[in-house]
Structure formats: C-alpha cells, structure tokens
C-alpha cells in the first residue's frame, strides 16, 4: 500500500466512534492513546501500537477498546486531553513525549501510564529505571552518549563546522539536561553551540531567522514531540536556509530531511502494547523496570545532501543503517 493511501485510509478509519464501542462492550479493557501529532503525522505510530496489540491476541472493539486523541501539534492541549481520558475511567493511558508523560502523572496517580519519554529519571517522572514506584512506566530514549555522538556525525559531515545552532524547547523538561551533555561535547570537538528556542510552531520561523543572523553552519534539533509533529515545516526551514540538519528520528529523513541517528519511535510504540498487556493482566507499572533501546539508526538522505551541495563521506555512508537516494 502506497503511503498516501496508507494515510487516507487511516485518517478514515481514525474517526471511528471509540468512545461508542467502548460504551457498548463495558467488559472488555479500555486503553487511551493520546498524541500530540496530527492523525496524519502520527498514522505509523499509531498503526505500529495496533499493530502490537494484534500480535499479542488482542481484537479492536472485542476484547480491547482503544481510544485515540491527538493534540493536532499543540502541546499546551495535551493536559485537558489527559484529564479526558482520567473522566472516562481508562484502564491504561499511553503517552508519548516528556511533557505528556508528566501531564498523565499529573492527572492521575491510579490509572497506569505507559510513556515514551526522554529522562524519566531526571524529570521526576520515575523513582529509578529499574524500579519506577507510582504509576508510571514505559520506554525512554534517553541515553547520555547520544546527544556527542550526533554532533560528531555533524562535524564529519561539515569539517569546517564550527557554530551549531540548536533548536530546542525550553519548555520540555529533558532539554536542559540533553543541552549540558550536548555543551560538553561540544567544547571537545571545538563547536560553538548557538541556541535557538522554540516553544510553539509559531517560533519555528523566528529560531531559523535568528539561526540565519548567528551564521549558523548546521543545526542540531533536540528531540521534541512539538518539532516531530511540524517536521514538514522545520525541515522546509532547514532546506530554505541552507542549513545541513540533524534529526533524533528517521520519519525526518523519510521526509526529506538530510540526516537521522537514533532509535526508532514506531519500534518504541510497537513496544508499549507489551507493557499494556503486562499491566491488563495483573502487572503494577510500579514493578516493570523502564526499557532503554539498544539499536540506534544512522540514516542519510542523498538527495538533501546534494541539494545542500554536501559530499557524504564514504566513511559516513558505509556506517549508515539506510541511504535514502
């Protein structure tokens, strides 16, 4: 199935009533899915999450109920959908994002939360990985290492590099933690990092500009739900400026970003069905340590590399887990 066809037919079926099967078969689990992406932007991670779910013998509307929201790319909304589902009395709530994780918290201490977040640990999401307490548990993609190792990547990348602009979003708890790690790699390869903040798709514009004025080299974007759910805008900014970018998650380069080094978020979300299988069936989010991933994904897009007028290396390219060309 082509993609285009793939996400006409999900938005189709995204508005399903979930909310009147869950009405009609009271008995059966009901889950909350709430994201802060567009229905278009967010189909894959969805279908993935189902996709888990069927694996592990669950039948949609027989004997699981799901409920999907999604915050249309506005991270402010997620809290009032959060506390939506709390009002509908969900068995499991997931989540992904650290700001959406810490909203669940927030509105409820009872319902188990399955998140996909950066530093649960540092952001008081969890007591520790291996023991969580409180309700929550789930995956983080928070690993110390990676935020030097996507510098580097750049600096291969552009040998001359040495002014780093940095979009991030000051209001996403896990970024102070992820800019002092990315400072201190920076200082050993001899980049200077340049700040640009964004913290609501209206600044995207404004953080490019300012980007522009500093002479930036390469931009550097920080994990968020915010910049992942308006990637078609950021990586068109990228393009516009002529800035050679780095992203956290492959769905950038899919879509015509140059470069990607992380874990996958679909493989992430896949995943969160186990643990809401786990806790359906007796488990206490409290006892199941949070699982870190240990595969990371180095993808290059050839033809944004050309557009930019940027030779990969041989060295980069043999490296790569995909060229997209």
Known sequence: MRRREFINLFCSTAACPFAAVAQTLPNIPRVGYVSVNKPTVGAYGLEAFRQGLRALGYVEGQTIALEVRWAEGHVERMPELLVEFVGLKMDVIVVSGGQGALAAKKATATIPIVMFSG???GTGLVASLSRPGGNV????????AISGKRLQLLKELVPELARVGVLRNPTNPVHAIVWQQ???????????????????????????????????QALLAFDDPLTYAHRSRVMALAASSRLPAMYGFREFPDEGGLISYGPSLVAFLARAAAFVDKILKGAKPADLPIEQPTKFELIFNLRTAQALGLTVPPSLLARADEVIE
């Open 119 to 121: 530093d649960p640990v």
């Open 137 to 144: 548990t789930g995956m983080s993609n928070f690993n110390e």
């Open 182 to 216: 990315t400072d201190v790699a920076a200082r050993k390869l001899g980049v200077e990092l340049q700040p640009f903040d964004a913290r609501r798709a209206d600044d995207f514009d404004a953080a490019f500009a300012a980007a522009k004025r500093g002479n930036a």
